[in-house]
């Protein structure tokens, strides 16, 4: 058994998915999560997948002491993956106070605790937002941030710093991870998006009104200067994103970090539009969808996808899965949930 990994926000999408290729790459993993979006039942699908049972904090992160008792219990903890946070875009410009409270308050508390009980490895959950409104893509990791286009963005570039900041002379090495739009599911169909509150991302969004959990969907904004007048996006496939956060832990543990804070992207290195992923859904499917045209949505960004040269030169990391295989696993995933 490698080292002993914290996975914050560990029942959530992506946290389940990374406990996953953690454990299958030999890592003794720890995870905590309040539950407020996400369901402690995605463990028994790890558990499933895997045969380990992964050990379960019920836990708010912003409350250092309750977290606290996470070290205390396993002081062996030598690697944190940080992805608790609330993430919807659209929420956070209604309730700001809410994002930036929750989000960087428990990061504080981890990155204090983190140094406090000797993490080498702490990898962050960031986000492409960082970027803000950019001009042109693909965006590399010299692009320069632009003023975030939501709160939720300027908790992730906020979060970025504090942990530039507070890592420096410390033992503690960290990676911010920029990712795209993690989207499908995992290929067992045992796991995937289930979000305890209406999903806002475009894939959930797309297989449940395929599956008739909505009469239809909005695509927000026809007049884009895009190709067909939709936003763009990165979409990656989650277990791709998963494999990311392991690539970089060991790029920390084997001593190949230099620098003490390093920054990635990860996406797939294409963009698509709204209009492009819901016909890629209806081929794969052979579902046809209702949706709506609307107004433009407050926080979105026109454009935006990723060079992941970075990643793939230093962490060995690339995408195996492409758009085709992220609609199969979701649709799979979503017919399975549905049952």
């Given at each position: 058994?490698?080292?002993?990994?914290?996975?914050?926000?560990?029942?959530?999408?992506?946290?389940?998915?990374?406990?996953?290729?953690?454990?299958?790459?030999?890592?003794?993993v720890v995870c905590a999560d309040n539950g407020i979006n996400s369901d402690p039942s995605s463990l028994s699908a790890v558990r499933e997948i895997t045969g380990v049972t992964v050990p379960y904090f019920?836990?708010?992160?912003?409350?250092?002491?309750?977290?606290?008792?996470?070290?205390?219990?396993?002081?062996?903890?030598?690697?944190?993956?940080?992805?608790?946070?609330?993430?919807?875009?659209?929420?956070?410009?209604?309730?700001?106070?809410?994002?930036?409270?929750?989000?960087?308050?428990?990061?504080?508390?981890?990155?204090?605790?983190?140094?406090?009980?000797?993490?080498?490895?702490?990898?962050?959950?960031?986000?492409?937002?960082?970027?803000?409104?950019?001009?042109?893509?693909?965006?590399?990791?010299?692009?320069?941030?632009?003023?975030?286009?939501?709160?939720?963005?300027?908790?992730?570039?906020?979060?970025?710093?504090?942990?530039?900041?507070?890592?420096?002379?410390?033992?503690?090495?960290?990676?911010?991870?920029?990712?795209?739009?993690?989207?499908?599911?995992?290929?067992?169909?045992?796991?995937?998006?289930?979000?305890?509150?209406?999903?806002?991302?475009?894939?959930?969004?797309?297989?449940?009104?395929?599956?008739?959990?909505?009469?239809?969907?909005?695509?927000?904004?026809?007049?884009?200067?895009?190709?067909?007048?939709?936003?763009?996006?990165?979409?990656?496939?989650?277990?791709?994103?998963?494999?990311?956060?392991?690539?970089?832990?060991?790029?920390?543990?084997?001593?190949?970090?230099?620098?003490?804070?390093?920054?990635?992207?990860?996406?797939?290195?294409?963009?698509?539009?709204?209009?492009?992923?819901?016909?890629?859904?209806?081929?794969?499917?052979?579902?046809?969808?209702?949706?709506?045209?609307?107004?433009?949505?407050?926080?979105?960004?026109?454009?935006?996808?990723?060079?992941?040269?970075?990643?793939?030169?230093?962490?060995?990391?690339?995408?195996?899965?492409?758009?085709?295989?992220?609609?199969?696993?979701?649709?799979?995933?979503?017919?399975?949930?549905?049952?």
């Amino acid at each position: 058994m490698k080292a002993k990994v914290l996975v914050t926000g560990g029942t959530g999408y992506i946290g389940s998915h990374t406990l996953i290729d953690l454990i299958q790459s030999g890592y003794d993993v720890v995870c905590a999560d309040n539950g407020i979006n996400s369901d402690p039942s995605s463990l028994s699908a790890v558990r499933e997948i895997t045969g380990v049972t992964v050990p379960y904090f019920h836990v708010d992160l912003c409350d250092k002491n309750a977290s606290e008792e996470i070290f205390i219990q396993y002081p062996d903890i030598t690697g944190v993956i940080h992805f608790a946070a609330l993430k919807a875009v659209g929420e956070s410009v209604e309730k700001p106070v809410l994002y930036f409270r929750n989000n960087l308050e428990s990061l504080i508390n981890v990155i204090e605790l983190s140094i406090k009980y000797g993490v080498k490895s702490f990898i962050f959950s960031s986000s492409c937002t960082v970027y803000g409104d950019v001009t042109h893509s693909p965006v590399d990791e010299h692009t320069p941030l632009l003023e975030a286009a939501s709160p939720y963005g300027r908790t992730k570039q906020i979060g970025e710093q504090i942990i530039t900041d507070c890592m420096k002379n410390t033992n503690t090495k960290s990676i911010l991870l920029r990712y795209f739009n993690p989207a499908g599911a995992h290929p067992s169909g045992l796991l995937g998006e289930s979000p305890s509150n209406p999903p806002q991302n475009l894939v959930p969004v797309i297989t449940e009104t395929a599956i008739g959990k909505r009469t239809k969907m909005t695509v927000f904004g026809s007049d884009y200067p895009t190709r067909d007048g939709s936003c763009v996006r990165d979409y990656i496939h989650v277990c791709d994103l998963a494999r990311a956060h392991t690539l970089a832990l060991e790029y920390v543990f084997d001593g190949k970090q230099e620098i003490q804070t390093e920054v990635f992207n990860i996406g797939i290195g294409n963009g698509l539009s709204v209009l492009e992923i819901i016909q890629a859904f209806e081929k794969v499917s052979g579902v046809s969808l209702l949706y709506d045209i609307g107004e433009r949505r407050s926080g979105d960004v026109m454009a935006i996808y990723s060079d992941y040269t970075k990643a793939k030169n230093l962490l060995g990391w690339e995408p195996k899965f492409d758009v085709d295989d992220i609609m199969k696993t979701a649709w799979t995933w979503e017919q399975n949930r549905s049952k």
